[in-house]
């Protein structure tokens, strides 16, 4: 029990590094494509989410793909039901929660981890203060759900936050409660007619700059 409560702190820890950089790079830097520029969690929601989503569910592909091909061999290895549930428990509840629900329905084409979204022109913009410093704190609805398996709370704020992502399972009342997909390579991991962040758009609108990371 005491590794695994160290393993979740790390990760914890980890994980909010890696959003305070996000912060850092999206809160500093103003992104142009076609006249449109975007900067701080406008950049999350339209660039990183979608990137994320992606991500996500080409590493349930690849994981899928190695398990029916043999190459998960050994004991201490994942299953990939496991690494599948995890993977959205780290989604659930942020902008890249929704895009991917959103898009899981579609077989997925792009099989490659980088961004298929379009070219964009990057200028520093620094700024003394940033958007998203509050959501650098790099817990996740995983965390909440492993600490209460381990009889641990995590402070009433993010438990009730948690506890809302279970009840409702989507934080912007959209019907994702059905996250099994049409790609054969997913579900044993999408026709992407269009970008991932096409559906990041519509997003925007909706989660604003209250958007949560990850």
């Known amino acids: ?5 160290e393993a979740m702190k790390l990760a914890i820890k980890n994980r909010s590094r890696a959003r305070k950089l996000l912060a850092w790079l999206f809160g500093n830097h103003t992104f142009t494509r076609d006249d449109d520029s975007v900067t701080g969690n406008t950049t999350f929601l339209r660039i990183f989410a979608p990137l994320l989503a992606h991500h996500s569910r080409l590493a349930i592909i690849y994981k899928n793909l190695g398990h029916v091909v043999g190459l998960d061999q050994q004991a201490s290895e994942v299953e990939p039901e496991q690494v599948s549930r995890d993977i959205e428990w780290c989604l659930r509840g942020g902008p890249a929660w929704q895009i991917y629900i959103n898009t899981k329905h579609r077989p997925l084409i792009h099989r490659a981890f ?4 379009g070219d964009y022109s990057i200028t520093s913009t620094p700024v003394d203060k940033y958007e998203m410093d509050e959501h650098c704190d ?13 009889g641990l709370t995590l402070g009433k704020e993010r438990s009730d936050m948690f506890k809302k992502c279970t009840e409702n399972t989507s934080m912007h009342n959209e019907d994702d409660t059905n996250t099994d997909s049409t790609d054969s390579d997913e579900n044993a991991g999408c ?3 269009e970008p991932l962040a096409t559906s990041a758009k519509s997003l925007e609108n909706k989660v604003g700059k ?5």
Do not use: N, P, Q
């Open 1 to 5: 029990k005491s590794k695994d409560i």
């Open 210 to 214: 209250k958007a949560r990371l990850g």
């Open 138 to 150: 790099g817990y996740v609805y995983g965390d909440w759900k492993c600490a209460t398996a381990l």
């Open 114 to 117: 980088t961004w298929d979204g």
């Open 191 to 193: 026709s992407e007619k």
